[in-house]
């Protein structure tokens, strides 16, 4: 890859990460992930904002778009950290072995955890919220905006060119070809509408108040680019994607979109007998059904489609007296991601006694879930327990439609 020019003196460079590994090593990139860092050149002085980890080829990728930049020769004066999980910093070991006299500037809380990571302690200088750098013509100015998504996080803000590098904020899974938003294809144009709002489920969900509380502070700051640190630079319309990631917040305590996700998982096919049941009882009131199998679909996508849905139906058998396993698992992250206050039924079958209900009952309350009603059946489901889930869904869609 070459260095993007995204102004004069300020380039993006990143590294294009495959889809063999999982993110955090949990959530699955069937397209990948980019990686962005920034260069800011004055006629003073030069910044790095961000860094990378070394992953699959991420260091030796950024490493040559530095040497096009001259920026590789132990010559950078600063280096600037947003944020301090590994996916930004995992090459400062290497990274501060070449550039030993760089001074690191980071959020006061970033401090510990630069030495806790990677035991460098010298030339480490904390910022405060409002300071600036002068790089000479280009200033740089430093927000601080905690738990977006971890308690040391802040941005950075490029004054004179109106360039907000705002980290793990703003940005998206997948791998793109092209920078900006204003270039994309077709092809990658889908793909970001689809794996933004999968990112902000699966990184940024828990954290959605702190979101809004970032969005507010920075309303008042003209913005002509927002670089992420995954994903693409917002060039064309920078401010979509802060449109974008409000609405996203507000699914936390609503509204959402009147939409229903369908989770379900059965043993013997006695549960998934319902489904169908389900599905046209939901979509009778002409609302959007998402249904989704687990196990066999990976949590990062059932957490995409839960977000977003103002309903939530659970299907599961009772297995050992408890929850299906797959679903308690499910569960926890949605309870953990904040997916809360939805409207929900729940449906499924048991064997020799219950049992999952009452595990159940637990997430629905800590979950806050206004819950319609239960169907839950011994053994194979009667035509009448077929009914009462068509019934049951459809007036919870109702209710959804109508609120
Ligand atoms: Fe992209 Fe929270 O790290």
Same mark, same amino acid.
């Given at each position: ?189 889908? @793909?970001?509408?689809? =794996? ?10 828990? !954290?959605? %108040? #702190?979101?809004?509380? *970032? ?115 499910? @569960?926890?992250?949605? =309870? ?10 729940? !449906?499924? %079958? #048991?064997?020799?006694? *219950? ?49």
């Amino acid at each position: 890859m070459k260095p993007d020019v995204m102004a004069d003196g300020i380039y993006r460079v990143a590294a294009k990460i495959g889809n063999r590994d999982l993110f955090e090593g949990i959530w699955p990139i069937p397209h990948g992930v980019m990686l962005n860092a920034y260069i800011v050149k004055g006629s003073e002085k030069t910044a790095m904002i961000d860094l990378v980890k070394d992953w699959d080829g991420a260091s030796e990728a950024v490493d040559r778009q530095l040497d096009e930049l001259d920026s590789n020769n132990g010559n950078l004066d600063f280096l600037i950290l947003n944020h301090m999980e590994p996916d930004h910093t995992g090459a400062m070991v290497a990274f501060v072995e070449k550039h030993p006299n760089v001074e690191i500037l980071c959020s006061d809380k970033a401090v510990a955890l630069i030495r806790h990571f990677y035991k460098i302690e010298k030339n480490v200088r904390p910022v405060k919220d409002g300071e600036t750098i002068d790089l000479g013509g280009k200033t740089l100015k430093f927000f601080m905006t905690p738990n977006i998504h971890w308690p040391e996080t802040m941005m950075t803000y490029a004054v004179e060119d109106r360039i907000l590098f705002s980290c793990d904020a703003f940005g998206s899974f997948g791998q793109y070809e092209h920078c900006f938003d204003d270039e994309l294809t077709l092809r990658e144009r889908t @793909l970001l509408e689809g =794996e933004t709002e999968r990112y902000y489920a699966n990184i940024v969900s828990s !954290f959605s %108040s #702190f979101v809004l509380r *970032g969005i507010a502070k920075l309303a008042d700051l003209p913005i002509s680019q927002v670089a992420p640190s995954h994903g693409v630079v917002w060039r064309g319309e920078p401010e979509k994607i802060i449109a974008w990631y409000k609405s996203l917040a507000t699914y936390m305590d609503g509204p959402r979109e009147k939409e229903i996700t369908v989770i379900w998982s059965s043993m013997y096919g006695n549960t998934a007998a319902l489904v169908p049941f389900v599905v046209e009882g939901a979509e009778s009131e002409g609302l959007k059904v998402h249904v989704l199998e687990i196990p066999q679909t990976h949590a990062s996508f059932v957490l995409e489609k839960a977000w977003r849905s103002e309903g939530l139906v659970i299907g599961m058998p009772t297995y050992e007296y408890k929850m299906f396993p797959p679903m308690y698992h499910i @569960l926890d992250l949605l =309870e953990r991601s904040h997916v809360q206050k939805r409207k929900t039924m729940r !449906f499924g %079958s #048991f064997g020799w006694s *219950g049992g999952a209900q009452k595990q159940f009952d637990v997430f629905s309350e800590t979950m806050k879930l206004d819950c319609v009603g239960v169907v839950e059946y011994q053994g194979s489901a009667t035509e009448e327990d077929k009914k009462r889930a068509y019934a049951m869904a459809k007036e919870m869609a109702r209710q959804i439609r109508n609120a």
